[in-house]
């Protein structure tokens, strides 16, 4: 097996077809993970959504720095592939750089594949409140062109909130050993051991479902 740098475009159907979101995250550097000449699955990195996230992780002089891995996704997830695209992707990334990657409790997922490849655990993201609209669940304010109050009004009883799943919340610095000891002591986070939930779904060989993957 190799990994190797692709172009965004490569990733949309594994993205719109077998991730469960079908949608495409901001991609700014995508990695294909090949067994001889065939793709077999993908990684990508993208700056997060959130400037929040960006400035909180070590600070305002390494916000650039941030990158969200944002989807993994794997045709067959066959033993150790999964820890081994992501371990040889990060790599690949320019240093310096800060990773920050979630596992969503609300489906069942604990982050294993981030355990395999050293991630720092650094707990749970806070407690958040999300908007809704019935029947269009996945659509967001900056999608419709609209301001939340004139949304509110156009939908009337069919607005509502929910509250957000929790995520598990991955650190990863890839850097050199002295820029890496500085974000170690500028992480805002606390460092935490790392949760464990259904191991029927991790061997000792480093094999994560193909269910978890599908949803990172």
């Known amino acids: 097996m190799k990994v190797l740098p692709i172009k965004s ?16 995250p901001m991609i ?13 699955g993908v ?3 993208g700056i997060p959504a959130s400037n929040n996230l960006c400035f909180g992780v070590c600070g305002k002089e390494y916000s650039d720095k941030v990158l969200e891995l944002n989807r993994v996704c794997l045709l067959n997830n066959e033993k150790n592939q999964a820890s081994f695209l992501v ?3 990060l790599k690949l990334l320019p240093k310096p750089c800060i990773i920050v990657s979630y596992a969503d409790t609300e489906k069942g997922h604990v982050g ?7 991630f720092l655990y650094t707990g749970l993201s806070a407690k958040r409140v999300d908007w809704q609209i019935k029947g ?3 659509k967001h304010a900056r999608h419709m062109g609209k301001s939340l109050e004139q949304i509110k ?3 009337g009883d069919d607005f509502y909130y929910r509250e957000r799943s929790r995520k598990h919340r ?18 805002n986070y606390k460092i935490e051991p790392y949760p464990k939930g259904d191991t029927s779904r991790y061997d000792s060989g480093g094999k994560v479902s193909t269910q978890e993957l599908l949803f990172v």
Do not use: C
């Not at 700014?28 to 077999?40: D, K, M, R, T, V």
């Open 9 to 24: 475009e490569e990733t949309y159907p594994w993205l719109l077809k077998k991730h469960y979101a079908k949608r495409i």
């Open 28 to 40: 700014q550097y995508a990695f294909g993970l090949y067994e001889e000449s065939i793709l077999i």
């Open 43 to 45: 990684v990508t990195y």
């Open 87 to 89: 371990a040889n992707s």
């Open 112 to 118: 294993y594949v981030y355990q395999a490849t050293n």
């Open 136 to 138: 269009m669940e996945d």
């Open 153 to 155: 009004q156009d939908h």
């Open 170 to 187: 991955y650190v990863y610095f890839q850097a050199d050993k002295k820029e890496k000891k500085k974000l170690m002591q500028l992480l």
